[in-house]
């Protein structure tokens, strides 16, 4: 399952990206870069999320007009997803090019995880912008 929460980026002089979210007070993170912004955000809101109950985002429009002092004076937003495990595991049929597989499966090896471990982390860092991170 995945929801899309709308954060709030801006960056003053001499600091880290900073990056907040309207919908959940209290969440919050850094970045040292751009390419950094998108998983540490995702980070964050699986650490907020931990103790707390779900929240039904806002709209990119609602939250645009609810930052818009912050949007005129540099900001911007990001869509960040929040993806959970619903649970349970459903069978797929994938075909994939027999040298990729060879690939993944030498990967899933090295790092101990089953096939379908290593293809469900791989697209969660992928939706997460954390491609670039190590396992």
């Known amino acids: 399952m995945m929801k899309n929460y709308i954060a709030i980026v801006h960056k003053d002089e001499d600091s880290a990206w900073g990056v907040s979210f309207p919908d959940l007070p ?48 540099g900001a911007f937003l990001l869509v960040v ?11 797929v049929n994938l075909s994939l090019d027999s040298g990729i597989l060879e690939a993944i499966d030498a990967a899933a090896s090295l790092h101990k995880l089953t096939r379908s471990a290593f293809l ?16």
């Open 120 to 135: 469900a982390m791989a697209a969660r860092n992928e939706i997460q912008g954390a491609h670039g991170r190590s396992i």
């Open 81 to 91: 997803p929040r993806v959970t495990n619903a649970g349970r595991s459903v069978r």
């Open 26 to 73: 209290g969440c919050f993170s850094a970045a040292d870069t751009l390419d950094e912004i998108l998983p540490n955000a995702c980070e964050a809101l699986e650490l907020w999320f931990e103790d707390r109950p779900d929240v039904t985002p806002r709209s990119m429009a609602e939250i645009r007009e609810l930052v818009a002092d912050e949007l005129a004076a």
